[in-house]
């Protein structure tokens, strides 16, 4: 479960000029070598950073100059494409990022990025499913009509038992699920491992998988190997799953934008309304930032807020 070696693919924008060419691929060694950052998010401060430089103009060609002028510039030119606030703000934490490698390796004396304000995002409620809709989700692969349903049964169980991320659950090995101990081992962000409790039918689902599906396409049991594979036995992608998860999402007449992580908000939000405290919440998620996984109390609050709404006679 190594953090993959697999570059950047190119984004759509000009290549920078050579000297932010040079020292952008460097950055990027450094986000894979020290940081352990994935090839998804490489990509995305990459493809951020190319949008800088073409902000910057003729400063690009010699990054020392940098200013604060320039990063807060380059927020104006966000705005102005009208990108969402969620964006800036993850642009802006690329350049901040970038910005502090370019002290660490001595091109600037000091980081021009620290006093440039981050947008606010938007407090957006995560969508959350119904309890019923949750289940009608889990029984949509039918054996008479999948040729993987009990693969496809057991990915959806583990989405929901444990709330990971898709690129989290494609990199399942064999061995990270633990059925003596009732818990799955989970490699996230920035390559820090966490364990999360598993549901007994959750883990009877992947029995079954390991003991029908899988088998029918590789007789690899090597505790290394991945879990979840295609008919040709090829590990699932992060796409995959988020294919797989929409096909059921259609099977079972759902509603509404519902991927991977939606099953990861109804994790979440239904642990805190039956009771969990929110640090374990965190730890289970695997949010670095407990203020990330508050999200979750406004949803079960505006729930309630609806249910009052809906029945209370003076709502």
């Known amino acids: ?20 060419g040079r020292h952008l691929r460097g950055f990027l060694d450094y986000l894979q070598a020290e940081c352990g950052l994935s090839v998804n998010t490489r990509w995305a401060y990459r493809r951020d950073l190319c949008r800088f430089f073409v902000s910057l103009g003729p400063a690009a060609e010699n990054l020392a100059l940098l200013t ?8 104006h030119d966000c705005r102005r494409e009208k990108l969402s606030v969620a964006s800036i703000a993850r642009a802006l934490a690329a350049v901040r990022m970038f910005c502090r490698y370019l002290v ?21 409620l995560p969508t959350v499913l119904e309890a019923g809709h949750v289940r009608q989700l889990l ?9 993987h349903a009990a693969r496809d049964a057991a990915l959806l169980a583990l989405l929901y ?18 059925f003596r101990l009732g ?4 490699l996230g962000k920035g390559r820090k491992e966490r364990v999360v409790p598993v549901a007994e039918p959750a883990l009877e689902a992947v029995r079954a998988y390991l003991d029908g599906d899988r088998k029918a396409v590789t007789d690899q ?19 995959d799953v988020y294919r797989i998860v929409r096909k059921y999402v259609r099977r079972a007449a759902l509603r509404g934008r519902i991927g991977p992580h939606t099953l990861r908000h109804a994790f979440a939000t239904q642990l805190l309304a039956h009771g969990a405290d929110l640090r374990s919440v965190q730890e289970m ?3 670095a930032d407990i203020s990330t996984t508050q999200v979750y109390t406004h949803v079960d609050a505006a729930r309630l807020k609806a249910v009052h709404k809906k029945f209370h006679p003076r709502g």
């Open 161 to 178: 038992a444990t709330g990971m991320r898709a690129s989290e659950l494609a990199g399942l090995a064999v061995g990270d699920v633990s």
């Open 221 to 239: 049991t090597d505790p290394a190997a991945t879990l979840f594979l295609s008919r040709t036995g090829r590990p699932l992608g992060r796409e």
């Open 1 to 20: 479960m190594a953090a993959s070696t697999k570059s950047p693919p190119s984004p759509s924008v000009s290549s920078p000029p050579p000297e932010a």
């Open 285 to 287: 998620l695997g949010h």
């Open 68 to 75: 604060t002028r320039h990063v807060e510039r380059f927020l």
């Open 139 to 147: 029984e949509a692969p039918d054996a008479a009509q999948d040729v």
């Open 183 to 186: 818990v799955v081992r989970v």
């Open 104 to 124: 660490l390796y001595q091109v600037l004396k000091r980081d021009v990025s620290a006093v440039v304000d981050a947008p606010k995002k938007w407090h957006r």
